[in-house]
């Protein structure tokens, strides 16, 4: 560790392969918590490479805990984390509502590190438990549509940092690598990420695989569509900035999708959302964002009648029947 970070203090940086061998090292538990910090800390300091990360993540690939999932024709909805706004849950919530439409959706996760409640910590709350077993994932997809990867469970190299992050308390590029690593390989994917320079960083590697994916960043800081001002949507052959007007949506306040200040609050706007009983701009939230998941899955999907079935979904309670039956399996 010493010579690689000697390298990054001058400066420099890693070629994938020096990125993949350290990452292997970390989980392996070969250096000390100072030693990992000052890693971790690096990159807050300066933009990663594409190398970089690319070598970080098939490090990550390599080591995880596969599940197959290949039954199904999956999506994840994840996001970053990182953006310091503290939104309630809309990418878990995007994930229930899609559920609830009848696809399938692999839902990789963390507890939050920069912000109250990550997707983890919610679900816990809620009475979910965590399991990497196979059997139990599969069979929780095919009775509510959507099962849970807590990426500590499948990932050695996120476990060994946790208490770093934890104790950082500051977005790391392991923020940048959650969506990139899900370990049951989703045909399908929607990233919300927490700036323009990474977000042309995942299109440069996920158009590296088959993956269907969108990336969308808002141009307000936010990593998902928050509604709050124009975003920027990116999908394999194309890019663009949409407005909300655009999709015949009012423009949100920040406020109006605050998170609360702790998990307890947190869950509270969780519950009453998936009740049907949510404001109208947190329901056009996650409308929104589950509009766009749906249309990545079938690309001939208007916007309208996405956010249709969406809604459908949602204010139908099938959503909120999806959480249950995936709480209860």
């Known amino acids: 560790m010493k010579n690689i970070l000697n390298k990054l203090f001058e400066q420099q940086r890693l070629t994938k392969s020096e990125a993949k061998k350290v990452l292997m090292q970390i989980a392996e538990g070969e250096f000390n918590t100072s030693q990992l910090a000052s890693f971790l800390t690096v990159f807050m300091m300066r ?18 805990i596969k599940i197959d999932l290949s039954d199904f024709n999956t999506i994840d909805l994840c996001g970053t984390g990182g953006d310091g706004k503290n939104t309630f849950n809309i990418s878990t919530l995007t994930s229930f509502i899609v559920a609830g439409t009848g696809n399938k959706v692999a839902k990789h996760g963390n507890y939050g590190v920069s912000s109250v409640s990550g997707s983890s910590n919610m679900l816990e709350f809620l009475g979910y438990e965590f399991t990497n077993d196979e059997g139990t ?8 549509n959507i099962c849970f990867l807590h990426a500590p469970l499948f990932h050695p190299a996120m476990k060994a940092v946790g208490s770093v992050r934890k104790e950082l308390g500051l977005k790391t590029f392991f923020n940048m690598l959650g969506p990139l690593v899900n370990p049951s390989n989703p045909q399908n994917q929607m990233v919300g990420v927490f700036n ?20 969308v960043y808002s141009l307000d800081g936010y990593d998902e569509i928050s509604l709050t001002s124009s975003f920027k949507l990116f999908t394999k ?4 900035i949409i407005t909300p007007e655009e999709l015949g949506l009012k423009r949100l306040k920040q406020s109006e999708i605050f ?22 701009a947190q329901n056009n939230a996650v409308l929104a964002n589950a509009a766009f998941a749906l249309k990545i899955l079938n690309k ?3 916007f309208d009648d996405a956010f249709e079935e969406a809604k459908e979904s949602l204010l139908g309670l099938k959503a909120k029947r999806s959480l249950n039956k995936l709480i209860s399996n």
Not at 137 to 144: D, G, N, V
Request: without cysteine.
């Open 47 to 64: 933009p990663i490479s594409v190398d970089e990360l690319g070598g970080f993540r098939e490090a990550l690939l390599e080591l995880a």
């Open 137 to 144: 994932l599969k069979r929780q997809i095919s009775k509510a």
């Open 196 to 215: 323009l320079e990474v977000a042309r960083i995942y299109n440069y590697l996920l158009q590296e695989n088959s993956t269907n994916y969108g990336i």
């Open 237 to 240: 052959n194309n890019e663009q």
């Open 259 to 280: 998170g609360g200040d702790s998990v307890k609050e947190s869950a509270k706007i969780f519950v009453s959302i998936l009740d049907g009983k949510g404001t109208d």
């Open 300 to 302: 001939n999907k208007s």
